[in-house]
């Protein structure tokens, strides 16, 4: 697990762009910030659409920022919510896909660390591209 110095950076950084958040019909604005291998964090936040089922999680629109930017190897991923909830199964599932066993980091909307985890923790026995053969 990275150092508590690291995972208040992360916290913060998901903090500065919660208010970002496009969260007009649930009003559970998320925001996420990823440690990339190269010491740079990635941060993005939920958007919702009129048509529900197409709204995107902060965790996946972080990660397709990150790999926008041409990232491909992360350290750790800060979750900053109302009550620092944690991944969705279909986050579990693409976090584990492009980033691994990163750490992951809960926080509440006070900036206050609720709990610490990894993905290994979050999606045991995960398919992955190795299953692809
Ligand atoms: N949401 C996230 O962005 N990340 C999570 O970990 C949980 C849920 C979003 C999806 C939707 O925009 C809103 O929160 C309510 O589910």
Same mark, same amino acid.
């Given at each position: 697990?990275?150092?508590?110095?690291?995972?208040?950076?992360?916290?913060? =950084?998901?903090? !500065?762009?919660?208010?970002? *958040?496009? @969260?007009?019909? $649930?009003?559970?604005? +998320?925001?996420?910030?990823?440690? /990339?291998?190269?010491?740079?964090?990635?941060?993005?936040?939920?958007?919702?659409?009129?048509?529900?089922?197409?709204?995107?999680?902060?965790?996946?629109?972080?990660?397709?920022?990150?790999? =926008?930017?041409? !990232?491909?190897?992360?350290? *750790?991923? @800060?979750?900053? $919510?109302?009550?620092? +909830?944690?991944?969705?199964?279909? /986050?579990?599932?693409?976090?584990?896909?492009?980033?691994?066993?990163?750490?992951?980091?809960?926080?509440?909307?006070?900036?206050?660390?609720?709990?610490?985890?990894?993905?290994?923790?979050?999606?045991?026995?995960?398919?992955?591209?190795?299953?692809?053969?």
């Amino acid at each position: 697990m990275i150092d508590i110095n690291k995972q208040n950076e992360l916290i913060n =950084a998901a903090m !500065k762009v919660r208010e970002n *958040a496009y @969260a007009p019909y $649930s009003n559970f604005q +998320v925001a996420a910030a990823l440690l /990339c291998a190269d010491g740079e964090i990635v941060s993005g936040i939920n958007m919702e659409s009129s048509s529900y089922g197409l709204s995107v999680c902060a965790e996946r629109n972080t990660i397709a920022t990150a790999v =926008a930017k041409g !990232k491909r190897d992360f350290i *750790a991923m @800060a979750i900053v $919510s109302r009550n620092g +909830v944690t991944p969705c199964g279909a /986050c579990r599932q693409v976090l584990f896909d492009i980033c691994g066993d990163i750490d992951i980091i809960l926080g509440d909307e006070k900036g206050n660390i609720q709990d610490t985890t990894t993905m290994k923790v979050l999606l045991p026995k995960a398919f992955s591209r190795k299953d692809l053969g």
